[in-house]
T-cell receptor, first 112, second 115 residues
Framework: RKEVEQDPGPFNVPEGATVAFNCTYS??????FFWYRQDCRKEPKLLMS?????NEDGRFTAQLNRASQYISLLIRDSKLSDSATYLC?????????????WGAGTKLIIKP | GAVVSQHPSWVICKSGTSVKIECRSL??????MFWYRQFPKQSLMLMAT?????????EQGVEKDKFLINHASLTLSTLTVTSAHPEDSSFYIC???????????FGNGTRLTVT
């Protein structure tokens, strides 16, 4: 089992729809979680951190489920500009080593 | 504004030459920086973790003698692709974090083309 898994997609979604995808992780000691967005041929950019109580930033909502070991990202009222690959990152600190594990990304395509 | 600066943004070089890529944290000290590589339509792959003042930690399958990493100061890490070959053509990205459990900030990447 991979340490961090994402459905690669692509998710083809009509503009205005709501879309959600998950990211599962295997290390129960993981401490921090992030969602990044990567556009084609560009570097990843931080979309949002994921907090234990869940958090919202405009049309984006991130949730953490520690019991089932997954994080989720929900996008409401999707825009054409939301088309990108969404990467989840799981971080843990062990023996003063800071380790980041990346998911392979979920490709999202918003269609007009 | 950008907190991690990477240079150059793109480079074309001939096979057999070496290419150096710089990664700087602009407004914070980074004891650890990360180097990634991404081939077209593939996911980001961690190459190595660059540690200030000590040797880099390379991921399995990454040749440390080919990809030289130097983290000489708390704000600068360099990746040198030695004796580059066309199969080394890729998108190389560095990142740094303000600290444990903080998100990564990325440089804007270097697109390397080896002819």
């Amino acid at each position: 089992r991979k340490e961090v898994e994402q459905d690669p997609g692509p998710f083809n979604v009509p503009e205005g729809a709501t879309v959600a995808f998950n990211c599962t992780y295997s290390n129960s000691a993981s401490q921090s979680f992030f969602w990044y967005r990567q556009d084609c041929r560009k570097e990843p950019k931080l979309l949002m951190s994921v907090y234990s109580s869940g958090n919202e930033d405009g049309r984006f909502t991130a949730q953490l489920n520690r019991a089932s070991q997954y994080i989720s990202l929900l996008i409401r009222d999707s825009k054409l500009s939301d088309s990108a690959t969404y990467l989840c990152v799981v971080a843990s600190s062990m023996d003063s080593n800071y380790q980041l594990i990346w998911g392979a990304g979920t490709k999202l395509i918003i269609k007009p | 504004g950008a907190v991690v600066s990477q240079h150059p943004s793109w480079v074309i070089c001939k096979s057999g030459t070496s290419v150096k890529i710089e990664c700087r944290s602009l407004d914070f000290q980074a004891t650890t920086m990360f180097w990634y590589r991404q081939f077209p339509k593939q996911s980001l792959m961690l190459m190595a973790t660059s540690n200030e003042g000590s040797k880099a930690t390379y991921e399995q399958g990454v040749e440390k003698d080919k990809f030289l990493i130097n983290h000489a100061s708390l704000t600068l890490s360099t990746l040198t692709v030695t004796s580059a070959h066309p199969e080394d053509s890729s998108f190389y990205i560095c990142s740094a974090s303000r600290g444990a459990n903080s998100p990564l900030h990325f440089g804007n990447g270097t697109r390397l083309t080896v002819t």
